[in-house]
């Protein structure tokens, strides 16, 4: 999960109450703002100045709980950033 803010912040209204205990209890509630400062320090998204290592992502273009965008935020700020990254 690349960005904590954009994976809860993602959850359609109707199945918000279902993640309650869940996402917003253990992740935190982006609505809060003290919260969501803390959500974006542990997620990778903010933090792709810090890695060092050449990143290989794998993803499922099809995959219905996580949006194929958020590994292509990844490889793209990584590679804005003159890093190595790809993505299958």
Do not use: F, K, W
Not at 55 to 69: K, P, S
Request: hydrophobic residues 45%; positive net charge; proline residues 5%.
């Amino acid at each position: 999960m690349s960005d904590l803010v954009d994976l809860v912040q993602s959850v359609i209204p109707v199945a918000r109450r279902l993640v309650e205990n869940s996402y917003l209890r253990h992740i935190g509630d982006p609505e809060d703002p003290r919260q969501r400062a803390g959500m974006l320090a542990l997620s990778s998204i903010s933090r792709v100045d810090d890695i060092t290592a050449p990143v290989l992502l794998i993803h499922g273009a099809d995959d219905v709980r996580v949006a194929r965008r958020r590994a292509d935020r990844i490889v793209d700020a990584l590679r804005s950033r003159g890093a190595r990254a790809s993505i299958c």
